[in-house]
């Protein structure tokens, strides 16, 4: 089927099987490489995009349901200005292997952007982001920093 997805701003139209995952179209049609393939069933959030400026799993998601606009990691730094985010968790050292960053990052932008303020609330917005190499105090730590950086525009 012919599909046509906005993906950090710019128009694709792809041919894809009805079954086709938005994560797969992003990564093996258009070459965006953030998102990654974690689990393949939802359970790690590696795999996290905005759609319509919410998050979700790209795993679970059919590339031709996706009528809204996709942001992916890479549609958040504008040229060489990282997004407050990104920069939080470079400051904060908010990563280690990086495998689960990007999916981390998206979690962590659609936290400040809804202004989710307690640590402890935070931490349950971002359950679904596993981070197997327990970067956990610094995600929190940078989504404090993005979070205050934001209050401050």
């Not at 965006?32 to 959030?45: F, S, V």
């Not at 549609?75 to 968790?89: E, I, K, M, N, Y």
């Not at 400040?112 to 303020?117: L, N």
């Amino acid at each position: 089927m012919d599909i046509s997805l906005e993906v950090n701003g710019r128009t694709a139209e792809l041919s894809v099987d009805p079954g086709v995952t938005l994560l797969d179209a992003l990564r093996e049609r258009l070459g965006i490489t953030g998102p990654k393939k974690g689990c393949d069933r939802g359970q790690c959030g590696a795999c996290t995009v905005h759609v319509g400026g919410r998050p979700v799993l790209s795993c679970l998601t059919l590339a031709a349901t996706v009528k809204q606009q996709v942001r992916t990691v890479e549609g958040l730094s504008a040229g060489d200005r990282l997004h407050p985010v990104q920069q939080a968790f470079v400051d904060q050292d908010a990563l280690q292997c990086g495998f689960c960053t990007s999916g981390q990052v998206m979690s962590a932008v659609a936290a400040v952007e809804q202004r989710i303020e307690d640590n402890a609330d935070v931490r349950e917005f971002m359950s679904g982001n596993i981070c197997r190499c327990s970067a956990y105090p610094n995600i929190v730590a940078a989504i404090e920093q993005a979070r205050r950086a934001d209050a401050s525009v």
